[in-house]
């Protein structure tokens, strides 16, 4: 067995001893923290389902605004092109147990229509209104279901230093330190039935 190895000495047995409590504290910190991370998971993933039936339809209607809108304009291309790029989205991050999970501020610019009126028509004007909408949905399941990620991998890992803990780790320093503790009760019983021995030698002696 690999436990007898060790050899059986008292500063072994100490040691081993500090190793599986050691063992025991990493356990426990490891199942708090799977615990923590996972209804944390569970709390983005009711989020999660709610903005994905949220966008769901969002993104029927801005679709549909805009199959509407091109079919009263044509191809609205050159209209697209006049709507300004997105630049008010930053990224930041917040620490749950050690897992970096994404924070995204959105500063959305102001909605103003940057085209003109003559040659449009209403239904180009809510195609651009619907789609402002997907963008910010879009946002926020984008954050969520990031972090949804990066909690499922943290969960696993530790899930598996967990188990490599409880399934390997402290049952082989139990088993190192009962045998080492075992192999020092065998040496103090012998050297008890020795000094025994001798001491009866000596008493016999003495009375000749």
Known sequence: MAEQQVFPTKGNLIA?????????????????????????????VDKAAELRSTI????????????????????????????????????TSKSVMGVELPRITFEPQELDINYG????????????????????????????ENSIYRLSVAIRKT??????????????SKATVKYIADSLEEKEREEFSRLKVIKAIKIKKSKH
């Open 16 to 44: 081993m001893k500090r190793s599986l409590a050691l063992a025991l504290l990493g356990y426990d910190l490891l199942d708090r923290k799977r615990n923590i991370l996972i209804r944390e998971l569970m709390t983005l």
């Open 56 to 91: 769901e339809d969002t993104y029927k209607q801005a679709y549909s605004a805009l199959q509407l809108a091109n079919i009263s304009l044509g191809v609205i291309t050159p209209y697209a092109e006049c709507v300004p790029i997105e630049n008010g989205i930053g990224l």
């Open 117 to 144: 009126f003559l040659n449009t028509t209403a239904q180009l004007d809510e195609a651009y209104i619907a789609f402002d909408k997907v963008k910010r949905t879009t946002v926020t399941l984008a954050e969520v």
């Open 159 to 172: 899930q598996r230093r967990a188990n490599a803990l409880q399934n390997i780790i402290i049952p082989r």
